[in-house]
DNA sequence: CCTTGACTTCAAGTAAACTTTATCTTTTAA
DNA sequence: TTAAAAGATAAAGTTTACTTGAAGTCAAGG
Protein backbone atom coordinates (compact mmCIF):
# COMPACT_ATOMS: atom_id res chain seq x y z
CA UNK A 1 0.00 0.00 0.00
CA UNK A 2 1.33 3.25 -0.79
CA UNK A 3 0.94 6.68 0.14
CA UNK A 4 -0.37 9.63 -2.16
CA UNK A 5 3.08 10.98 -1.81
CA UNK A 6 4.84 7.71 -3.29
CA UNK A 7 1.66 7.68 -6.08
CA UNK A 8 2.52 11.14 -7.29
CA UNK A 9 6.17 10.45 -7.20
CA UNK A 10 5.73 7.10 -9.11
CA UNK A 11 3.00 8.59 -12.00
CA UNK A 12 3.79 12.73 -11.80
CA UNK A 13 0.51 12.85 -11.09
CA UNK A 14 0.11 16.16 -8.71
CA UNK A 15 -1.75 15.03 -5.53
CA UNK A 16 -4.45 17.71 -5.96
CA UNK A 17 -4.92 15.95 -9.06
CA UNK A 18 -5.45 12.64 -7.48
CA UNK A 19 -7.64 13.62 -5.03
CA UNK A 20 -9.94 15.75 -7.68
CA UNK A 21 -10.25 12.41 -9.83
CA UNK A 22 -11.42 10.76 -6.31
CA UNK A 23 -13.55 13.02 -5.43
CA UNK A 24 -15.12 13.05 -9.27
CA UNK A 25 -15.64 9.57 -9.00
CA UNK A 26 -12.79 8.32 -11.13
CA UNK A 27 -11.01 5.96 -8.96
CA UNK A 28 -13.39 3.53 -7.09
CA UNK A 29 -12.43 1.86 -3.79
CA UNK A 30 -9.39 4.16 -2.86
CA UNK A 31 -8.74 2.56 1.08
CA UNK A 32 -7.70 5.02 3.79
CA UNK A 33 -5.76 4.77 7.18
CA UNK A 34 -7.28 4.46 10.99
CA UNK A 35 -6.66 8.26 10.76
CA UNK A 36 -8.32 9.01 7.16
CA UNK A 37 -4.94 8.96 4.90
CA UNK A 38 -5.39 8.15 1.56
CA UNK A 39 -3.54 4.17 0.56
CA UNK A 40 -3.41 3.17 -2.79
CA UNK A 41 -2.76 -0.65 -3.70
CA UNK A 42 -1.89 -2.29 -7.54
CA UNK A 43 -5.32 -2.15 -8.27
CA UNK A 44 -5.83 1.40 -7.62
CA UNK A 45 -2.41 2.25 -9.50
CA UNK A 46 -4.39 0.01 -11.92
CA UNK A 47 -7.03 2.78 -12.49
CA UNK A 48 -4.35 5.71 -12.68
CA UNK A 49 -3.02 4.31 -15.52
CA UNK A 50 -6.12 3.57 -17.01
CA UNK A 51 -7.71 6.97 -16.78
CA UNK A 52 -4.07 8.61 -17.64
CA UNK A 53 -4.72 7.21 -21.00
CA UNK A 54 -8.05 7.87 -20.95
CA UNK A 55 -7.68 11.39 -20.41
CA UNK A 56 -4.27 11.74 -22.59
CA UNK A 57 -6.29 10.82 -25.57
CA UNK A 58 -9.52 13.15 -24.87
CA UNK A 59 -11.84 11.57 -23.06
CA UNK A 60 -13.95 14.14 -21.24
CA UNK A 61 -13.88 13.35 -17.57
CA UNK A 62 -17.40 13.05 -17.03
CA UNK A 63 -17.80 10.45 -19.96
CA UNK A 64 -14.59 8.28 -17.74
CA UNK A 65 -17.16 9.22 -14.72
CA UNK A 66 -19.98 7.14 -16.35
CA UNK A 67 -17.61 4.46 -17.50
CA UNK A 68 -16.94 3.89 -13.44
CA UNK A 69 -20.49 4.16 -12.87
CA UNK A 70 -20.83 1.51 -15.10
CA UNK A 71 -18.33 -0.76 -14.10
CA UNK A 72 -19.64 -0.73 -10.00
CA UNK A 73 -23.02 -1.90 -11.37
CA UNK A 74 -20.88 -5.00 -11.96
CA UNK A 75 -20.83 -7.43 -15.19
CA UNK A 76 -24.10 -6.53 -16.12
CA UNK A 77 -22.78 -3.63 -17.78
CA UNK A 78 -20.08 -4.97 -19.62
CA UNK A 79 -21.30 -5.20 -23.41
CA UNK A 80 -22.13 -1.20 -22.56
CA UNK A 81 -18.65 -0.83 -21.16
CA UNK A 82 -16.86 -2.15 -24.45
CA UNK A 83 -18.86 -0.43 -26.17
CA UNK A 84 -17.84 2.66 -24.55
CA UNK A 85 -14.37 1.51 -25.22
CA UNK A 86 -14.72 0.70 -28.99
CA UNK A 87 -16.44 3.89 -29.47
CA UNK A 88 -13.77 5.79 -28.20
CA UNK A 89 -11.06 3.45 -30.20
CA UNK A 90 -12.56 5.08 -33.40
CA UNK A 91 -12.03 8.61 -31.74
CA UNK A 92 -8.62 8.23 -31.13
CA UNK A 93 -8.24 6.71 -34.92
CA UNK A 94 -10.18 10.16 -36.04
CA UNK A 95 -7.76 12.46 -33.70
CA UNK A 96 -5.01 10.52 -35.58
CA UNK A 97 -6.12 10.44 -38.80
CA UNK A 98 -7.05 14.68 -38.37
CA UNK A 99 -3.41 14.94 -37.23
CA UNK A 100 -1.93 13.72 -40.00
CA UNK A 101 -4.19 15.42 -42.29
CA UNK A 102 -3.30 18.90 -40.71
CA UNK A 103 0.47 17.97 -40.63
CA UNK A 104 0.34 17.52 -44.27
CA UNK A 105 -0.35 21.29 -44.39
CA UNK A 106 2.56 22.04 -42.04
CA UNK A 107 4.56 20.12 -44.72
CA UNK A 108 3.12 22.33 -47.15
CA UNK A 109 4.06 25.14 -45.72
CA UNK A 110 7.73 24.27 -44.60
CA UNK A 111 7.86 23.04 -48.09
CA UNK A 112 7.16 26.72 -49.08
CA UNK A 113 9.86 28.34 -46.91
CA UNK A 114 12.32 25.87 -48.01
CA UNK A 115 11.39 27.18 -51.63
CA UNK A 116 11.66 30.34 -50.35
CA UNK A 117 14.88 30.52 -48.73
CA UNK A 118 16.79 28.70 -51.99
CA UNK A 119 15.28 32.00 -53.70
CA UNK A 120 17.13 34.37 -51.56
CA UNK A 121 19.46 32.50 -51.54
CA UNK A 122 19.98 32.46 -55.34
CA UNK A 123 19.13 36.14 -55.38
CA UNK A 124 22.25 37.19 -52.49
CA UNK A 125 24.68 35.11 -55.00
CA UNK A 126 23.87 37.33 -57.84
CA UNK A 127 24.03 40.25 -55.66
CA UNK B 1 -14.95 39.18 -51.94
CA UNK B 2 -16.81 37.16 -49.48
CA UNK B 3 -19.13 38.47 -46.44
CA UNK B 4 -18.86 37.54 -43.38
CA UNK B 5 -21.71 34.93 -43.72
CA UNK B 6 -20.94 33.41 -46.89
CA UNK B 7 -17.49 32.48 -44.81
CA UNK B 8 -19.00 31.04 -41.90
CA UNK B 9 -21.18 28.62 -44.75
CA UNK B 10 -17.76 28.41 -46.77
CA UNK B 11 -15.42 27.32 -43.41
CA UNK B 12 -18.00 25.70 -40.54
CA UNK B 13 -16.28 28.37 -38.40
CA UNK B 14 -18.84 30.76 -36.33
CA UNK B 15 -18.60 34.39 -37.07
CA UNK B 16 -18.14 35.20 -33.41
CA UNK B 17 -14.87 33.28 -33.64
CA UNK B 18 -14.02 34.45 -36.95
CA UNK B 19 -14.55 38.33 -35.32
CA UNK B 20 -12.60 36.82 -32.03
CA UNK B 21 -9.66 35.41 -33.97
CA UNK B 22 -9.06 39.05 -36.11
CA UNK B 23 -9.12 40.61 -32.67
CA UNK B 24 -7.02 38.39 -31.54
CA UNK B 25 -4.56 39.46 -34.40
CA UNK B 26 -4.64 35.71 -35.91
CA UNK B 27 -6.29 36.90 -39.53
CA UNK B 28 -3.70 39.98 -40.58
CA UNK B 29 -5.44 42.38 -43.55
CA UNK B 30 -9.24 41.86 -43.21
CA UNK B 31 -10.73 44.67 -45.43
CA UNK B 32 -14.07 46.28 -44.65
CA UNK B 33 -16.47 47.93 -46.69
CA UNK B 34 -17.34 51.66 -46.38
CA UNK B 35 -19.93 50.90 -43.90
CA UNK B 36 -17.59 48.86 -41.69
CA UNK B 37 -18.28 45.53 -42.71
CA UNK B 38 -15.65 42.77 -42.60
CA UNK B 39 -14.90 41.22 -46.34
CA UNK B 40 -12.90 38.52 -46.91
CA UNK B 41 -10.46 37.83 -49.92
CA UNK B 42 -8.91 34.60 -50.96
CA UNK B 43 -5.36 35.07 -48.86
CA UNK B 44 -8.60 35.39 -45.72
CA UNK B 45 -9.31 32.34 -46.55
CA UNK B 46 -5.95 31.04 -46.87
CA UNK B 47 -5.03 32.12 -43.42
CA UNK B 48 -8.54 31.16 -41.90
CA UNK B 49 -7.61 27.47 -43.33
CA UNK B 50 -3.89 27.78 -42.24
CA UNK B 51 -4.94 29.02 -38.50
CA UNK B 52 -7.59 26.35 -37.97
CA UNK B 53 -4.84 24.55 -39.01
CA UNK B 54 -2.39 25.18 -36.49
CA UNK B 55 -5.53 24.91 -33.67
CA UNK B 56 -6.85 21.83 -34.61
CA UNK B 57 -3.11 20.39 -33.95
CA UNK B 58 -3.38 22.34 -30.46
CA UNK B 59 -1.14 25.50 -31.13
CA UNK B 60 -2.39 27.62 -28.84
CA UNK B 61 -3.80 31.09 -29.61
CA UNK B 62 -0.68 33.15 -28.16
CA UNK B 63 1.60 30.87 -30.52
CA UNK B 64 -0.31 31.59 -33.28
CA UNK B 65 -0.42 35.28 -32.46
CA UNK B 66 3.56 35.10 -32.22
CA UNK B 67 3.67 33.26 -35.62
CA UNK B 68 1.75 36.48 -37.28
CA UNK B 69 3.16 39.28 -35.74
CA UNK B 70 6.66 37.79 -37.16
CA UNK B 71 4.83 37.54 -40.52
CA UNK B 72 3.77 40.78 -40.60
CA UNK B 73 7.43 42.00 -39.51
CA UNK B 74 8.54 40.68 -43.52
CA UNK B 75 10.88 38.75 -44.89
CA UNK B 76 13.69 39.35 -42.17
CA UNK B 77 11.31 36.70 -39.92
CA UNK B 78 11.53 34.13 -42.37
CA UNK B 79 13.82 31.89 -40.57
CA UNK B 80 12.13 31.97 -37.15
CA UNK B 81 8.63 31.29 -38.28
CA UNK B 82 9.93 28.04 -40.26
CA UNK B 83 11.46 27.24 -36.85
CA UNK B 84 8.12 27.61 -35.17
CA UNK B 85 6.74 25.02 -38.07
CA UNK B 86 9.39 22.71 -37.63
CA UNK B 87 9.09 22.35 -33.70
CA UNK B 88 5.09 22.66 -34.40
CA UNK B 89 5.66 19.58 -36.95
CA UNK B 90 7.81 17.34 -33.87
CA UNK B 91 5.02 18.46 -31.23
CA UNK B 92 2.51 16.63 -34.00
CA UNK B 93 4.64 13.85 -34.40
CA UNK B 94 4.92 13.43 -30.73
CA UNK B 95 0.89 14.03 -30.10
CA UNK B 96 0.77 11.30 -32.47
CA UNK B 97 3.34 8.46 -31.02
CA UNK B 98 1.35 9.21 -27.98
CA UNK B 99 -2.02 8.63 -29.17
CA UNK B 100 -0.96 5.78 -30.35
CA UNK B 101 0.55 4.60 -27.51
CA UNK B 102 -2.54 5.10 -25.82
CA UNK B 103 -4.38 3.42 -28.03
CA UNK B 104 -2.70 0.31 -27.53
CA UNK B 105 -3.85 0.53 -24.07
CA UNK B 106 -7.37 0.64 -24.91
CA UNK B 107 -6.71 -2.11 -27.41
CA UNK B 108 -5.80 -3.85 -24.92
CA UNK B 109 -8.68 -3.18 -22.77
CA UNK B 110 -10.82 -4.21 -25.40
CA UNK B 111 -9.30 -7.83 -25.52
CA UNK B 112 -9.60 -8.06 -22.33
CA UNK B 113 -13.31 -7.31 -22.57
CA UNK B 114 -13.26 -10.04 -25.81
CA UNK B 115 -12.12 -12.87 -23.08
CA UNK B 116 -14.39 -11.86 -20.69
CA UNK B 117 -17.79 -11.90 -22.91
CA UNK B 118 -16.36 -15.48 -24.57
CA UNK B 119 -16.12 -16.80 -20.47
CA UNK B 120 -19.66 -15.29 -20.23
CA UNK B 121 -20.82 -17.54 -23.34
CA UNK B 122 -18.83 -20.78 -22.08
CA UNK B 123 -20.42 -20.27 -19.08
CA UNK B 124 -23.59 -19.58 -20.06
CA UNK B 125 -23.62 -22.83 -22.48
CA UNK B 126 -22.65 -25.00 -19.67
CA UNK B 127 -25.92 -23.76 -17.40
C1' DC C 1 6.57 20.02 24.45
C1' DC C 2 6.07 21.81 20.39
C1' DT C 3 7.01 22.58 15.87
C1' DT C 4 7.52 20.78 11.30
C1' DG C 5 5.84 18.34 7.48
C1' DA C 6 2.49 15.51 5.29
C1' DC C 7 -1.88 14.79 5.19
C1' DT C 8 -7.11 16.16 5.12
C1' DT C 9 -11.47 19.04 3.32
C1' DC C 10 -13.85 22.66 1.13
C1' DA C 11 -14.07 26.67 -1.43
C1' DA C 12 -12.28 29.76 -4.42
C1' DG C 13 -9.21 30.84 -8.24
C1' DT C 14 -7.04 30.12 -12.90
C1' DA C 15 -6.31 29.44 -17.89
C1' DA C 16 -7.68 28.91 -22.52
C1' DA C 17 -10.75 29.41 -26.08
C1' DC C 18 -14.53 30.49 -27.27
C1' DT C 19 -19.71 32.04 -26.84
C1' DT C 20 -23.45 34.97 -25.44
C1' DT C 21 -25.60 39.22 -24.47
C1' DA C 22 -26.61 43.97 -24.98
C1' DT C 23 -26.79 47.74 -27.74
C1' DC C 24 -26.30 50.03 -31.97
C1' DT C 25 -26.06 50.61 -37.20
C1' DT C 26 -26.97 49.14 -41.82
C1' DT C 27 -29.06 46.41 -45.43
C1' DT C 28 -32.67 44.19 -47.63
C1' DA C 29 -37.20 42.45 -48.68
C1' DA C 30 -42.20 43.16 -48.46
C1' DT D 1 -40.92 52.84 -45.98
C1' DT D 2 -40.61 50.18 -42.53
C1' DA D 3 -39.76 45.85 -40.24
C1' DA D 4 -36.69 42.02 -40.12
C1' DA D 5 -32.18 40.27 -40.82
C1' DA D 6 -27.32 40.84 -40.72
C1' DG D 7 -23.30 42.96 -39.07
C1' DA D 8 -20.52 45.69 -35.57
C1' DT D 9 -18.48 46.42 -30.75
C1' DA D 10 -17.55 45.63 -25.94
C1' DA D 11 -18.16 43.22 -22.00
C1' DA D 12 -19.63 39.46 -19.55
C1' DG D 13 -20.45 34.52 -19.32
C1' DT D 14 -19.35 29.48 -20.12
C1' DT D 15 -16.88 25.18 -20.08
C1' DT D 16 -13.35 22.01 -18.77
C1' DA D 17 -9.88 20.53 -15.98
C1' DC D 18 -7.39 21.40 -12.95
C1' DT D 19 -4.80 24.37 -9.13
C1' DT D 20 -4.34 27.12 -5.11
C1' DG D 21 -5.49 28.77 -0.65
C1' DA D 22 -7.29 28.51 3.96
C1' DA D 23 -7.82 26.06 7.93
C1' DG D 24 -7.51 22.00 10.50
C1' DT D 25 -5.48 17.02 12.07
C1' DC D 26 -1.85 14.01 13.22
C1' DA D 27 2.75 11.52 13.67
C1' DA D 28 7.61 12.16 14.38
C1' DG D 29 11.98 14.59 15.61
C1' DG D 30 14.75 17.84 18.37
Do not use: C
Request: neutral net charge; glycine residues 4%; proline residues 2%.
Amino acid sequence: MMTIREVTELTGIAAPTLRYYEKEGLLPHVKRNENGKRLYDEEDLSWIHFVTALRATGMPIAQIQKYVYLYKEGDSTISERKLMMLNHKKEIERSIRDLYFNLDKINYKLALYDVLESQIERTSIKI
